[in-house]
């Protein structure tokens, strides 16, 4: 019965895996949608390949960080289970009023939350705190370096190329450099997005005593089962892609040219590999959409559109927090059951 | 004043602000430099950013 329960709960972990590549792969290629370089089938098999690909060129310190933020003595099927669920329900609530929130940050917050309902503030753990507090931070952090790096680029690429009378040429090569930054950029998002989901699947199996905990003390220590179902999940979910979210980030924050989105591409994907190097589980939404106000506030700071980067951030505030809510009722409900 | 300037500044205010917030992670030392190069990269781009919106109104008051 526990081996059935385990499998199911890999199932539903995978699930929310797909759509997290649903929800937040879109907006991982609204740029290059927005500059209309691939139209969006092309543009979600192009993502889809190289979301898949990406556990090639990183390492698992993401995943790591994940299997650690609630300790292994408290972990049960019934609390990935509710930690799961808030995380799911917290995902197709945005996905359904159309704004980007975070997977990444609802997975956390689930979690943390069932493990509070289950624990009370013992869930709190030495360990927990740093990830938690390096996630909290780097929700500020990672859309403000992606800001900041796109800022940059835009702004060393224009002085580059303003001389330059044959505009055509310049959007032609940006076309091209833009399928580049766009693999980079699903690159990234593989990597620290599906590693979330690999490391939820290895706390569960490690709490089911059917994984040894010491394979987290090597950064490319989980079973190769887990890294390719995740990553083959998430791929999936790209492929299928949410389409009103790719409107909201590619054509309502700011207006795009082929330059831009590819400014906007590579500064995220610097961000995302930074944060899979060093165990940082960051938004692929909230990196992308600084990027995006960098490359438009280079032009005209009136070019955001700040009402809609207003909505887009109240969503983050409260990801954690709602889906921590909602993962604590879910864990009372399983409890009832149990 | 410049909005550009104003909200790089404000960049650089909270970037500042949560430093003492980034724990040691002792396997992950380079995430302590992100704060403080955030800081000093926003204070300039928010000179730099108020010197060109100043020298843009002297040239065309």
Not at chain 1, 46 to 59: Q, R, S, T
Request: hydrophobic letters at 55%.
């Amino acid at each position: 019965m526990a081996n059935l329960m385990v499998i199911a709960v890999v199932g539903i972990a995978l699930v929310f895996d797909f759509v997290n590549g649903f929800h937040d792969a879109a907006n991982s290629i609204a740029t290059v949608v927005a500059t209309r370089v691939l139209k969006p089938w092309q543009a979600v098999v192009w993502a889809a390949f190289f979301n898949f690909a990406a556990f090639l060129f990183l390492p698992l310190e993401v995943a790591n960080a994940i299997a650690k933020i609630v300790s292994p003595e408290f972990i049960s099927i019934g609390l990935v289970f509710a930690g799961l669920m808030g995380a799911i329900f917290w995902n197709v609530l945005t996905a359904w009023l159309g704004l980007p929130s975070s997977s990444s940050h609802a997975l956390i917050g689930g979690m943390v939350g069932a493990g509070f309902a289950k624990v009370g503030p013992d869930v709190f753990t030495a360990k927990t705190m740093v990830t938690l507090r390096k996630t909290g931070v780097f929700i500020i952090y990672s859309p403000l370096v992606g800001l900041l790096l796109s800022f940059t680029l835009i702004v060393i690429v224009m002085w580059i190329v303003h001389r330059i009378r044959n505009k055509n040429a310049v959007n032609r090569t940006f076309r091209g450099l833009q399928l580049v930054s766009a693999a980079a950029f699903s690159l990234g998002h593989g990597a620290n997005d599906a590693q979330k989901t690999m490391g939820i699947i290895a706390a569960l199996l490690i709490g089911a005593h059917k994984l040894d905990a010491s394979v987290l003390d090597d950064p490319n220590g989980l079973p190769l089962w887990i890294v390719l179902s995740c990553h083959g999940a998430i791929a999936l979910g790209t492929m299928f892609g949410g389409w009103k979210i790719v409107k909201t980030m590619g054509t309502k924050l700011t207006r795009l040219e082929p330059m831009g989105g590819v400014c906007a591409e590579s500064a995220a994907a610097a961000t995302l590999f930074f944060a899979s190097y060093n165990g940082i589980p960051v938004s692929t939404t909230h990196t992308i959409t600084g990027a995006i106000v960098g490359v438009g506030s280079a032009n005209r700071i009136s070019a955001v559109r700040w009402n809609i980067a207003r909505r887009v951030a109240w969503a983050w505030v409260l990801t954690i927090p709602g889906s921590a809510a909602v993962a604590m009722l879910m864990y009372l409900i399983v409890e009832v059951f149990n | 004043m410049d909005r550009r300037a104003v909200f790089f500044l404000i960049a650089a205010v909270v970037a500042g602000a949560l430093i003492p917030l980034v724990p040691h992670d002792p396997d992950h030392p380079a995430i302590r430099y992100v704060g403080p190069t955030l800081v000093v990269a926003y204070l300039v781009l928010a000179l730099l950013s108020y010197l060109d919106h100043a020298s843009r109104r002297r040239d065309h008051p």
